[in-house]
């Protein structure tokens, strides 16, 4: 990938057009979906976000493998040269799981790289209930994920796994005089951080997260993980029994999405989070669903409680009347 990637030699003024016509086109394919990192990462490289495919997904939000072949199909009799695939194990806006075997399957088959944003749903792996989501990540060429996130790790705290720990060292070391290893002394040791990332001088996040497993230990996260799809489940069941809202069953996960049922613009559900913001009672945040912005309440404090989200249905209703 990066032998192609440095042959493409696109510069980044030209990449959002995709760089110069006659290096070879490469195209990448996540779901529409996926979070911006993803585009932003292309264009960063120099491939240019133009080239990245956003295939259109399910009822339940999760990529389309049927568009996403026929896409691929496409695009190789269109002479572009596709390279990778990412899946997304957690959506961003609701929390949907990508199949990760079914995309796994593609991507051997097409001799593409396979990478999986888990920023939100990779650490469901430390639960044995919620691991059936992940399945096929061990599939995976690459995987990304936060402790910042369910692992409750202070900011920042995101991290990169890659399976090739050999083509992963060739993209990043650097061959620099001041660079020199040595047997032994301060500049012992055959790798180093800096020959794994674009930083040399860089942060030890590594030590906040080895703290915070130390503290809690691995299952404890995973229970609290369990814990906030359980109340997540909790907020759903209420949101169906209400005749105010209406929610959007797409995920099975710790993010509810939301509508007031009269709210054709999403108007009033922006006022609704503006409100519970102001009034300090909980922060829900506003994303787009089918073309209006909706309600998003996204659990991961392990200390949320089945009381708080007593309080938070009741709030909201109180919010609601208020700005109606
Ligand atoms: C699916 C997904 N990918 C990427 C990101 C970006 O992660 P970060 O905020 O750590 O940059 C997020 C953040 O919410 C996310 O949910």
């Given at each position: 990938v990066a032998t192609l990637i440095a042959r493409n030699e696109a510069s980044v003024a030209g990449s959002r057009r995709g760089?110069?016509?006659?290096?070879?086109?490469l195209t990448a394919y996540t779901s529409s979906?996926?979070?911006?990192c993803i585009a932003q990462a292309i264009d960063m490289c120099g491939?240019?976000?133009?080239?990245l495919r956003l295939v259109p997904v399910d009822e339940r939000r999760c990529i389309r493998v049927d568009a996403l072949k026929e896409k691929l199909t496409e695009d190789r009799a269109a002479g572009f040269v596709p390279f990778l695939i990412v899946g997304t194990?957690?959506?961003?806006?609701?929390g949907a799981f990508d199949d990760l075997n079914a995309l796994a399957d593609v991507a051997s088959a097409e001799r593409l790289w396979f990478h999986v944003?888990?920023?939100?749903?990779?650490?469901?792996?430390?639960s044995s209930t919620l691991?059936?989501?992940?399945?096929?990540?061990?599939?995976?060429a690459s995987v990304a994920f936060d402790f910042?996130?369910?692992?409750?790790?202070?900011?920042d705290a995101g991290f990169i796994l890659v399976k090739d720990a050999i083509a992963h060292r060739r993209a990043f070391e650097n061959p620099a005089a001041y660079l020199q290893r040595e047997?032994?002394?301060?500049?012992?040791?055959?790798?180093?951080?800096s020959d794994m990332g674009p930083?040399?001088?860089?942060?030890?996040r590594a030590l906040k997260t080895w703290f915070t497993f130390q503290a809690l230990g691995a299952d404890r996260i995973g229970q609290s993980i369990e814990q906030s799809v359980r109340l997540a489940n909790e907020l759903r069941s209420r949101l169906a029994d209400s005749e105010m809202f209406k929610l959007?069953?797409?995920?099975?996960?710790?993010i509810v999405c939301f509508s007031h049922r009269h709210d054709d613009t999403g108007n009033l559900n922006r006022k609704i989070a503006i409100d519970l913001h102001e009034r300090g009672v909980a922060t829900p945040s506003v994303t787009w669903l089918e073309g209006i912005p909706v309600l998003r309440a996204a659990i991961l404090n392990h200390r949320t409680t089945s009381e708080d989200i007593t309080t938070f249905v009741r709030e909201l209703h109180t919010s609601a009347e208020k700005v109606a």
């Open positions: 760089g110069l016509r006659d290096r070879p086109q979906e996926a979070h911006r491939i240019g976000s133009d080239h194990a957690g959506t961003v806006n609701t944003d888990g920023a939100f749903g990779a650490l469901a792996a430390l691991r059936p989501l992940l399945n096929g990540i061990e599939r995976a910042h996130k369910s692992a409750h790790v202070p900011y047997n032994s002394g301060l500049a012992a040791g055959v790798t180093w951080p930083d040399l001088s860089r942060g030890f959007y069953g797409y995920s099975a996960f710790n």
